[in-house]
C-alpha cells in the first residue's frame, strides 16, 4: 500500500497517552504529516492483543469475559485529551478505533515510543506497543511499532529523551511515499538504544528467536525470571548478529520488516529503500 505524500498518522501506545515517549513522536510526526492520537487512558503495557470487546466493566481495570453477553458492540469508553482521545481500553481497541472509526481514516499507524525495548519473535503476541501495529496491519493501514531501550537508565524519562527514536520515526514516515516500502512490508518494529549512548547508525534485522523464561518454586510460591533481560542488563546476549536485539546491544537501531502476523520479509530489498530513507 504506497502512503500519501501528506499522510493522516494514527498515533496510539500502551503506556498511556500522557506518557513522555507519545508526546514526543507526536511533535516530530507534526512535521511529515497530520497526526491524530488514540491512546489508552492509561498504562496497558503488556496486555498483548487483547480487546474490551465482549468484556464486562464492573470496575475501570475489570475486564472480565462476558459469557453471557448477547450483543456484537461493545462501547469503548473516552474523553478528549490535548492531543485527541484517552481511551478505556486497550492499545487493540485505540488501533481499531482508530483505523475504522475516524475521518479520514488513517494512512499509516505509529505505536510508541514504549518505554523498554521490544525485542525477539516471543515479545510479538505480549507486547502492547508491537500488537497495536499488527492489529492494524491486520486491517490493512501500514503500521511502526517504536520503543526504545531503557535497561540501565537512571532518571524519570522525558520527552527530550526520546528525541532520536522519535526522529527516525518521523524520517521513515516522511521518506516512506514513493518508494513502495509497504508494498513489500505490513508493519516494521522499530527498536533504539538507550538515551546517552553515541549513536551507532542502523541496521535491517530480524527478530531473534532465542528466548530463555524460568520458573522455580520458592518457599512454596512459584517464581519467574526471564534469564534474557537478565543478561542484557549485563549488555550480553548469545544472539545472531543479524538479530534486533544484537543490533540494539551494538547501540544500533534496530529496523524489523515483517507481515503479518510474524513473517519476515526480503531484507536485502527493504535495505534498499531504507537506505534511501535514512
Known sequence: MELDSDPHILLT?????DAPGIRALYDALQAVGTVTVVAPDRNRSAVGRSLSYGRTRSSPDDLSLDLEAD???????????????????????????GVNALDPKPDIVVSGCNSGANLGAYVFSRSGTVSAAMEAAFLETPSIAVSMDTLGYDGELEPTDFERAADITATIVG???????????????????????????????????????????????FQLTNKL??????????????TDRHAVLEGQVSISPLRIPYDVVDTEAVRTIIEGIL
Open 13 to 17: 501506545n500502551d503506556d498511556g497517552i
Open 71 to 97: 450483543s456484537f458492540t461493545s462501547p469503548v469508553p473516552h474523553t478528549d485529551h490535548e492531543l485527541g482521545y484517552a481511551v478505556d481500553g486497550t492499545p487493540c481497541d485505540c488501533a481499531i478505533v
Open 175 to 221: 521518506g516512506a511515499p514513493g518508494t513502495g516500502l509497504f508494498d513489500r512490508v505490513d508493519y516494521l518494529n522499530v527498536n533504539v538504544p538507550r538515551p546517552g549512548l553515541e549513536p551507532n547508525g542502523y541496521a535491517i534485522t530480524r527478530p531473534t528467536r532465542v528466548y530463555e523464561m524460568d520458573a522455580t518454586v520458592e518457599d512454596g510460591s
Open 229 to 242: 533481560w537478565q543478561q542484557m542488563s549485563n549488555r550480553d546476549i548469545p544472539d545472531p548478529e543479524d
